[in-house]
């Protein structure tokens, strides 16, 4: 694969695709970082400006949401993110959607922003979360999630029409006109326009006749400005309809109904829709039947975030891959590193050769020594897993072990999160009307336990009969699944000695040298899990330790025949999940018109160490109208509405 830059003797970067620079010539590009401030910033907006006095349009809002149509080597971005750090009346979360066809490795990054000190620190954060950029949504996370960078691998007419939040501010950024007129034509102008509200500021470097014309077209008020020097000028333009709009996308709703809402349950599901809407300012209660967090299926002694891979790659494989980054991000921001948690890998043995990878990771791989996503495992990591070096078999290198129960834990010590136990939700009644109406949570004697407008149901299988009760059918299964596990310090040497360095699954999985719990002390060892339909008790079972002993056989022999007789002292854990037929969760309101401010969040199966982040800022970003973390069908795919019942003729329907 051939690199998309190019860098000139004098540091100026360019397209080896458009013979065009990426940005202002000058020695060093030192012209980059003066245009993106005099251009993009100070023609959205989005400075002080010191003639006036008046402050940058951002100021005091709760969010604003920047689209870029050309990320190139980030430079825009960079130089809006430290715009807002440095503001004091900076909103409260910025989101940056940026549009890229063809993009530049880690290393460009850093060697573009190292003119500028005051943007080293934030390059480097950037660089370190850049990796696995296959065709697709990406969303990267920094200050807490404050400020969150949407990366939509692709071309830009393809990907205008997908996108449903509003536009705040425009950054119309491309290369030359002559040299890509694709990414100024009117389709995407008129695109651009459809995300606008009125008053939603443009800015580009380019005064094209062509451009300004198609601006006019779309609905925007058009004005040349000063250029940056050597450009006499460049384009400002304010998007003012003379006409009804009708944008199909999603509106914000005020900021003082996002107050209060309750959250059934206390797990992996539970405690990240929590801290999700936590951090975006609402005050959380979270209510559990058990005596503590994590009592049901996230109290797994340690697990696995790992993406699922296929062929084709699937919605499943995408939906995964975009859990995974957000999963991590959120692991090393909470919990202790090799604790808590640890960045190991995994290395994925595919038994029966099953699930391929994509084409686009093979192009990648092939074309890309540092690429950091999912790819064939070399023989190295075959020869310490104790494998045969033509083992089918995938390196994940964005995966992680994982103690659930940590997580949940951090995310609910969030200052606005209240936690509360013994709490057995019975029976959930609406009261009131409209703004002023509340659900009210009842047990099983009549009291109220609690209420608020707003209520998430993230309590695994019980959430069944919940939704029944309202006359709601979201079909959740139960699964019970058990594990084999114990210390270490009691495997015989034989054993000790042919544990891989890092995770392995691909037919059940092995976990070595994470902390234990309970009556486990120091470092263990975990092989499973069964899977065991319609069982909706967590009952220990003695077939289920061999049914795990045999698993380890197929994916690790040689550590398989080592450890077999482990198998029948070892300890057993077993809780019962949840999942729906369809293989992806439930996420998002129940009925909004019948049954407003009633969410769901369930139906993660095997898969809640890996998607549960996700879930969460799926909701948080549904209730806030802010940029979705994953394409917009994948959001769609996992609607908890996609289960009501088809409409009547004649009703009316709200689409996810």
Same mark, same amino acid.
């Given at each position: 694969?051939?690199?998309?830059?190019?860098?000139?003797?004098?540091?100026?970067?360019?397209?080896?695709?458009?013979?065009?620079?990426?940005?202002?010539?000058?020695?060093?590009?030192?012209?980059?970082?003066?245009?993106?401030?005099?251009?993009?910033?100070?023609?959205?907006?989005?400075?002080?400006?010191?003639?006036?006095?008046?402050?940058?349009?951002?100021?005091?809002?709760?969010?604003?949401?920047?689209?870029?149509?050309?990320?190139?080597?980030?430079?825009?971005?960079?130089?809006?993110?430290?715009?807002?750090?440095?503001?004091?009346?900076?909103?409260?979360?910025?989101?940056?959607?940026?549009?890229?066809?063809?993009?530049?490795?880690?290393?460009?990054?850093?060697?573009?922003?190292?003119?500028?000190?005051?943007?080293?620190?934030?390059?480097?954060?950037?660089?370190?979360?850049?990796?696995?950029?296959?065709?697709?949504?990406?969303?990267?996370?920094?200050?807490?999630?404050?400020?969150?960078?949407?990366?939509?691998?692709?071309?830009?007419?393809?990907?205008?029409?997908?996108?449903?939040?509003?536009?705040?501010?425009?950054?119309?950024?491309?290369?030359?006109?002559?040299?890509?007129?694709?990414?100024?034509?009117?389709?995407?102008?008129?695109?651009?326009?459809?995300?606008?509200?009125?008053?939603?500021?443009?800015?580009?470097?380019?005064?094209?006749?062509?451009?300004?014309?198609?601006?006019?077209?779309?609905?925007?008020?058009?004005?040349?400005?000063?250029?940056?020097?050597?450009?006499?000028?460049?384009?400002?333009?304010?998007?003012?309809?003379?006409?009804?709009?009708?944008?199909?996308?999603?509106?914000?709703?005020?900021?003082?109904?996002?107050?209060?809402?309750?959250?059934?349950?206390?797990?992996?599901?539970?405690?990240?829709?929590?801290?999700?809407?936590?951090?975006?300012?609402?005050?959380?209660?979270?209510?559990?039947?058990?005596?503590?967090?994590?009592?049901?299926?996230?109290?797994?002694?340690?697990?696995?975030?790992?993406?699922?891979?296929?062929?084709?790659?699937?919605?499943?494989?995408?939906?995964?891959?975009?859990?995974?980054?957000?999963?991590?991000?959120?692991?090393?921001?909470?919990?202790?590193?090799?604790?808590?948690?640890?960045?190991?890998?995994?290395?994925?043995?595919?038994?029966?050769?099953?699930?391929?990878?994509?084409?686009?990771?093979?192009?990648?791989?092939?074309?890309?020594?540092?690429?950091?996503?999912?790819?064939?495992?070399?023989?190295?990591?075959?020869?310490?897993?104790?494998?045969?070096?033509?083992?089918?078999?995938?390196?994940?290198?964005?995966?992680?072990?994982?103690?659930?129960?940590?997580?949940?834990?951090?995310?609910?010590?969030?200052?606005?999160?209240?936690?509360?136990?013994?709490?057995?939700?019975?029976?959930?009644?609406?009261?009131?009307?409209?703004?002023?109406?509340?659900?009210?949570?009842?047990?099983?004697?009549?009291?109220?336990?609690?209420?608020?407008?707003?209520?998430?149901?993230?309590?695994?299988?019980?959430?069944?009969?919940?939704?029944?009760?309202?006359?709601?059918?979201?079909?959740?299964?139960?699964?019970?699944?058990?594990?084999?596990?114990?210390?270490?310090? $009691? *495997? @015989? #040497?034989?054993?000790?000695?042919?544990? &891989?360095?890092? +995770?392995?699954?691909?037919? !059940?999985? =092995?976990?070595?040298?994470?902390?234990?719990?309970?009556?486990?002390?120091?470092?263990?060892?975990?092989?499973?899990?069964?899977?065991?339909?319609?069982?909706?008790?967590?009952?220990?079972?003695?077939?289920?330790?061999?049914?795990?002993?045999?698993?380890?056989?197929?994916?690790?022999?040689?550590?398989?025949?080592?450890?077999?007789?482990?198998?029948?002292?070892?300890?057993?854990?077993?809780?019962?999940?949840? $999942? *729906? @037929? #369809?293989?992806?969760?439930?996420?998002? &309101?129940?009925? +909004?018109?019948?049954?407003? !401010?009633? =969410?769901?969040?369930?139906?993660?199966?095997?898969?809640?160490?890996?998607?549960?982040?996700?879930?969460?800022?799926?909701?948080?970003?549904?209730?806030?109208?802010?940029?979705?973390?994953?394409?917009?069908?994948?959001?769609?795919?996992?609607?908890?509405?996609?289960?009501?019942?088809?409409?009547?003729?004649?009703?009316?329907?709200?689409?996810?």
């Amino acid at each position: 694969m051939d690199t998309p830059v190019a860098w000139l003797a004098d540091g100026t970067p360019c397209s080896t695709r458009f013979d065009d620079i990426y940005r202002s010539a000058g020695a060093d590009g030192l012209g980059g970082l003066a245009q993106a401030r005099h251009v993009f910033l100070g023609g959205c907006g989005l400075r002080p400006d010191h003639v006036t006095g008046s402050a940058p349009l951002w100021a005091g809002q709760p969010q604003w949401h920047v689209l870029e149509t050309g990320f190139g080597l980030g430079l825009n971005f960079l130089a809006a993110w430290q715009a807002w750090r440095t503001d004091p009346q900076r909103p409260e979360r910025l989101f940056f959607t940026s549009l890229e066809a063809w993009p530049v490795m880690a290393d460009d990054i850093r060697r573009s922003a190292a003119p500028f000190p005051e943007l080293s620190d934030l390059a480097e954060q950037l660089a370190a979360q850049w990796q696995g950029l296959l065709p697709g949504m990406h969303r990267i996370v920094l200050e807490q999630g404050r400020v969150q960078l949407t990366l939509c691998i692709g071309l830009a007419q393809d990907w205008l029409p997908t996108l449903d939040a509003l536009v705040d501010s425009v950054f119309l950024d491309g290369f030359n006109p002559a040299a890509n007129p694709d990414i100024w034509d009117l389709p995407v102008l008129k695109g651009i326009a459809r995300l606008c509200r009125p008053g939603s500021r443009l800015a580009t470097w380019t005064i094209a006749r062509a451009v300004r014309d198609g601006l006019v077209t779309a609905g925007f008020e058009v004005e040349k400005a000063p250029g940056l020097p050597p450009k006499r000028d460049c384009l400002r333009a304010t998007y003012a309809p003379r006409w009804q709009t009708r944008h199909a996308v999603r509106s914000r709703p005020a900021a003082e109904a996002m107050q209060h809402a309750i959250v059934i349950g206390s797990g992996l599901a539970g405690s990240a829709v929590a801290w999700s809407l936590a951090q975006r300012g609402w005050q959380v209660e979270v209510l559990d039947q058990a005596d503590a967090p994590a009592g049901g299926a996230s109290g797994l002694p340690a697990g696995l975030v790992a993406p699922h891979v296929s062929p084709d790659d699937a919605a499943l494989s995408r939906l995964s891959r975009a859990g995974v980054r957000l999963a991590l991000r959120r692991l090393a921001e909470l919990l202790r590193e090799g604790e808590d948690w640890g960045p190991s890998g995994v290395l994925e043995h595919r038994i029966e050769s099953k699930r391929g990878l994509p084409r686009d990771v093979l192009w990648s791989e092939a074309g890309s020594p540092g690429w950091q996503g999912s790819r064939t495992a070399p023989a190295e990591l075959l020869e310490q897993a104790g494998l045969p070096a033509d083992t089918p078999a995938i390196w994940h290198a964005q995966a992680a072990w994982l103690r659930p129960a940590q997580l949940v834990r951090a995310q609910l010590r969030h200052p606005n999160i209240r936690w509360r136990s013994q709490a057995r939700v019975a029976v959930l009644r609406r009261e009131g009307q409209d703004g002023s109406a509340n659900w009210q949570l009842l047990d099983a004697e009549g009291h109220v336990l609690a209420q608020a407008p707003t209520v998430v149901l993230a309590c695994a299988h019980p959430t069944r009969a919940l939704l029944e009760s309202l006359g709601q059918n979201i079909p959740l299964n139960a699964l019970r699944g058990q594990v084999s596990w114990g210390p270490l310090a $009691t *495997l @015989p #040497d034989a054993a000790r000695d042919q544990l &891989p360095p890092f +995770p392995v699954n691909g037919h !059940g999985s =092995l976990i070595s040298g994470f902390a234990g719990s309970g009556d486990v002390s120091g470092p263990a060892w975990i092989v499973g899990s069964t899977f065991e339909r319609g069982v909706t008790e967590a009952c220990l079972k003695a077939g289920d330790q061999i049914a795990n002993r045999d698993r380890l056989a197929r994916l690790l022999p040689a550590l398989g025949q080592a450890m077999g007789p482990q198998f029948e002292p070892a300890r057993a854990w077993a809780a019962v999940r949840c $999942t *729906l @037929p #369809d293989r992806v969760p439930a996420v998002g &309101p129940v009925d +909004p018109q019948g049954l407003p !401010g009633l =969410l769901v969040c369930a139906g993660m199966g095997a898969r809640g160490l890996t998607l549960s982040v996700l879930c969460g800022e799926l909701i948080a970003a549904g209730l806030h109208g802010e940029p979705w973390p994953l394409e917009r069908r994948l959001a769609q795919a996992l609607a908890a509405t996609r289960f009501a019942p088809p409409a009547r003729p004649g009703t009316a329907t709200q689409s996810p």
